[in-house]
């Protein structure tokens, strides 16, 4: 088996994603918690992230150096949105009608 050596990885900016520059190949670990709400990009392409240490994120990287975007989006998101957005709307209905007891 061969032995493998640590690369280098500098996080570029933090905020609403990861922007990481990385040196392959290999496996590049973020100790950020892993979570089905991740997304990732190396080099402008599409990703597939793995769960790595049981807890954190990986990628693969060819040889070279990478540039690495990791995006988070809460699963759910959008249709808790619509549900909150519907409840809204059904609240403001009825309320808008009346209730039976208030006309009379």
């Known amino acids: ?12 900016r933090e905020g609403d994603s990861l922007d990481i520059r ?8 973020v100790t950020e918690g892993w979570d089905l709400g991740w997304s990732g990009e190396v080099d402008g392409a599409r990703a597939s992230i793995v769960r790595v240490n049981e807890a ?8 070279g150096t990478h540039r690495v975007v990791l995006s988070y989006r809460s699963p759910g998101l959008l249709v808790g949105l619509l549900f909150a957005a519907a409840a809204a709307l059904g609240l403001g209905l009825a309320v808008a009608r009346g209730s039976p007891e208030a006309r009379g």
Request: without cysteine; hydrophobic residues 45%.
């Open 1 to 12: 088996m061969g032995e493998g050596r640590p690369g280098r990885a500098e996080v570029v």
């Open 56 to 63: 954190e994120m990986g990628l693969a990287l060819g040889p």
């Open 22 to 29: 990385a040196e392959g190949p290999g496996i590049l670990v």
